[in-house]
């Protein structure tokens, strides 16, 4: 179990959601509060969809809101919106999206984002070219990441470390390799280019495969369970939840935790009312 969680604590960092490790970080992801506070509060909104709508707004965007942010989300409950479609609203909001593009460029890229790149995703992100969830394999798949990872223990092992919180073991490594050129062979253009020479790397499709094994969708399920139910998840829990995401991705993964009854109830937990 301590490796479990570990190995959670790992990704939680990388996925910054948590600021350090040890038990003190611990109580500082993320949606995990240990210290229970009050909710947000406005006229006409009942306690626990304030708290709800509390939890969403530290879950998604990291801060309280204000008292007229809960009036609209009340409002909204009343003209019959669904937890879901209010949960969705967050996830594509741009102060959400914002969050994610300079949090992948801190915990992939090792740097702050620039004012043109981080113009560059949200409108990618707006035009429905690249959605929020995407982002992070963009950039794994990048040449910047390519280059830092090559020059410090090789890509796919940068890989496997950020995917799934551990290195790369040799026959693994070789795996990739050879899984890629062979890709490559067969998705080479060979009537463009007759005379062959260095096949290409299809980083893209090697990202894809990771992000997209058991392993990978497990770890990102864990990391959930903690971020919006601040548990680890349970067995049975965790399979279905990563068959789920492989089938429908992460967007679905987190709005399937958003929209429990879980989620709610504990909501009221985490920001009780008077």
Do not use: C
């Not at 179990?1 to 570990?6: E, I, S």
């Not at 984002?113 to 690249?130: E, K, Q, S, T, Y």
């Amino acid at each position: 179990m301590k490796r479990v969680l570990a190995g959670i604590s790992v990704l939680l960092v990388a996925a910054g959601l948590m600021v350090g490790f040890g038990p003190a970080a611990s109580a500082q992801a993320v949606g995990t509060s240990v210290l229970t506070e009050s909710p947000v509060t406005a006229p006409g909104v009942s306690t626990p969809v304030a708290a709800f709508v509390t939890a969403l707004y530290q879950d998604f965007l990291n801060r309280r809101p204000g008292e007229s942010e809960v009036a609209f989300w009340g409002h909204r409950f009343a003209v019959g919106d669904s937890r879901g479609s209010v949960a969705s609203a967050f996830a594509g909001s741009d102060e959400y999206r914002l969050i994610r593009i300079d949090n992948a460029y801190n915990s992939i890229l090792n740097r702050g984002p620039d004012p043109g790149g981080r113009a560059f995703w949200l409108d990618a992100m707006h035009r429905g070219i690249v959605t929020t969830d995407d982002i992070e394999k963009s950039f794994y798949a990048s040449q910047e990441f390519y280059d830092r990872t090559t020059a410090n223990g090789g890509w796919i092992n940068g890989l496997y470390q950020h995917l799934l919180g551990r290195s790369a073991s040799w026959d693994e490594a070789s795996f990739w390799t050879v899984a890629a050129s062979n890709y490559s062979f067969a998705h080479f253009d060979w009537r463009a280019h007759p005379s062959g020479g260095d096949l290409p790397l299809d980083r893209d499709w090697i990202v894809a495969q990771i992000y997209n094994a058991l392993e990978a969708a497990r770890a990102r399920v864990s990391v959930m369970y903690q971020h919006y139910l601040g548990r680890v998840p349970d067995e049975p829990g965790v399979q279905f939840w990563a068959d789920y995401d492989i089938r429908m991705g992460d967007a679905a993964v987190r709005s399937g935790f958003t929209n429990s009854d879980e989620y709610y109830a504990l909501a009221s937990t985490r920001f009780p009312g008077n």
